[in-house]
């Protein structure tokens, strides 16, 4: 078994590197994102952030990181979670459809100038497309983090950044690198200014 284990662990670090790799060569969508993020804080809107899963968690982490900070000492940034109140979240999805439940919470919540970022692993999710649709009609800014070929979600958003795998767990492991980058970029940008 040991051998076995070993060779699964090289395996897996391998093909996350070479993702990660991968994606040093397609860093424009995801300074593009930051980008936007800049400009909504700096002007008082504020990140509707939301995914299903692990996407989900994602969301909530990057909330946190704004919320509280990353890695420097600065004011707290205006980021939501739309995954963490279960009222709200079965309310919703039992009186409408699970399909509903961030963009019912985007049309409560948002404002033109905020911004919704969406999260997906696998790029097809409808809940995920809906929000965003929502989004874009109340003149929201969107942003898409998808895997795959980016799907649906990532058409649904102005600013796309797509992890090009169908492996969820390297897609998910990517991710959260990408994350870590926007927020790196965006609290770097609002501490020098």
Do not use: W
């Not at 804080?41 to 504020?46: D, H, I, P, Q, V």
């Not at 109140?85 to 039992?94: K, M, P, Q, R």
């Not at 997906?120 to 898409?144: E, Q």
């Amino acid at each position: 078994m040991a051998a076995d284990a070993r060779a699964v662990c090289e395996a897996t670090l391998t093909a996350a590197m070479a993702l990660h790799e991968h994606m040093k060569q397609h860093a424009q969508p995801v300074v593009d994102a930051a980008a936007v993020i800049v400009a909504t804080l700096r002007s008082g809107g504020k990140l509707l952030l939301f995914g299903n899963g692990g996407s989900a968690a994602d969301a909530q982490h990057v909330a946190a990181e704004f919320v509280g900070r990353f890695q420097r000492e600065r004011a707290a940034l205006a980021a939501i979670a739309l995954t963490t109140d279960s009222s709200v979240l079965t309310s919703i999805a039992n009186d409408y459809a699970f399909e509903r439940v961030f963009a019912r919470q985007i049309e409560a919540l948002g404002r033109a100038g905020d911004v919704a970022f969406g999260i997906s692993t696998s790029g097809t999710s409808p809940n995920v497309v809906a929000a965003l649709d929502t989004a874009r009609a109340l003149g929201l800014g969107t942003i898409a983090l998808t895997g795959g070929d980016g799907g649906a979600v990532g058409r649904a958003a102005a600013v796309h950044v797509n992890v090009p795998s169908s492996a969820t767990p390297r897609v998910q492991e990517v991710h959260r690198t990408l994350l870590h980058v926007i927020c790196d970029i965006v609290e770097s940008d609002l501490v020098q200014r």
